[in-house]
């Protein structure tokens, strides 16, 4: 599953669960997060939202790690 995050309303932290690794985005910027597949019936990750800083969580059955590109299509540490 792939999903973008952007910071529409004003900056927003994102912060990739469990590493920590947490990235400042501006207004109208955005980081694309790929989930690594999941078995039948669940989701590779979640996402928790709150103002001003998203929390992604990979799912612990998931094989593989969550990736994340900004918006100059670079991928960065998750």
Known sequence: M??????YEGPLTVQFEPSGM???LSLGD???V????????Q???HVAYVPG???VFA???APGFTRA???NGEEVTT
């Open 59 to 61: 799912s612990s059955d």
């Open 69 to 71: 590109w900004n918006a």
């Open 34 to 41: 790929l989930f690594p597949p999941a078995p039948d019936d």
């Open 53 to 55: 800083m998203a929390t």
């Open 30 to 32: 955005h980081l694309d």
């Open 2 to 7: 792939r999903i973008r995050i952007s910071a």
């Open 22 to 24: 947490e990235y400042e």
């Open 43 to 45: 989701v590779g990750g």
